[in-house]
């Protein structure tokens, strides 16, 4: 059973540019979580998502948003980049549709901010 | 404001050398309390979810238990592939499936 797959996996924008992220989730797996994951802040939820609708929206500024399609997978994007956006933007995946912490996360997007 | 604070930051152990990690927490409501593993490259890998104080739960040479105000993950006997960083996180009652992660414990497990 393929796990949670991420693409890119490395990428290098310069500030201003926007970036998205894609996300597909293990198959037959409907919630898609985005964590961020820096040195100094280490992984701050981002957002959650189920049958296409945000659930949860964690403490980022409006320059990032993201969205699910029908077959569940996700996409994230991040617009005016600023260097301190340079982070590994990783996804998870659930059976559940909401309120669990056993999730299954992919191996990341790492966004190099230059 | 849900809180995780890991300690130690770090820990270096000689193989088979027994020893705990910690994981202290302030959340209102705890709906569960989760450890993950996390290698260099690779995302999170899920290990124990924990539910209420007195609970424990293992996994070959890993024990996560937990209290009130903190979880132990206790690994015995490790050998140089438990070679991790080890996270603790928090969901509350009311929050969905958002995590509140600490900043983990950097594991290093020497022949």
């Known amino acids: 059973k393929a796990g949670v797959t991420q693409t890119p996996r490395y990428l290098i924008k310069t500030r201003g540019q926007q970036v998205t992220l894609s996300c597909s989730p293990i198959?037959?797996?409907?919630?898609v979580s985005w964590y961020q994951q820096t040195p100094g802040q280490g992984l701050q939820f981002l957002f959650e998502?189920?049958?296409?609708?945000?659930?949860n929206k964690g403490n980022f500024p409006g320059r990032f948003s993201g969205r699910q399609f029908s077959n569940s997978r996700s996409e994230m994007n991040v617009s005016t980049l600023e260097l301190g956006d340079s982070a590994l933007y990783l996804c998870?995946?659930?059976?559940?549709?909401?309120?669990?912490?056993?999730?299954?996360f992919g191996e990341g997007s790492r966004l190099t901010v230059l | 404001e849900d809180q995780v604070t890991q300690s130690p930051e770090a820990l270096r152990l000689q193989e088979g050398e027994s020893s705990s990690l910690n994981c202290s927490y302030t959340?209102?409501?705890?709906?569960?309390l989760f450890w993950y593993r996390q290698d260099p490259g690779k995302g999170p890998e899920f290990l124990f979810t924990?539910?209420?104080a007195g609970e424990e739960k293992e996994k070959e040479r890993l024990k996560a238990t937990l209290t009130k105000k903190e979880s132990f993950l206790h690994i015995t006997a490790p050998k140089p592939e438990d070679s991790a960083t080890y996270l603790c996180?928090?969901?509350?009652?009311?929050?969905?499936?958002?995590?509140?992660f600490g900043e983990g414990t950097q594991l290093t497990v020497n022949p």
């Open positions: 959340v209102s409501g705890l709906r569960g």
């Open positions: 998870a995946s659930s059976l559940a549709k909401t309120g669990t912490g056993e999730l299954f």
């Open positions: 998502y189920f049958s296409e609708t945000q659930r």
């Open positions: 924990l539910y209420s």
């Open positions: 198959s037959g797996h409907r919630s």
């Open positions: 996180a928090v969901l509350r009652e009311t929050s969905g499936s958002r995590l509140t």
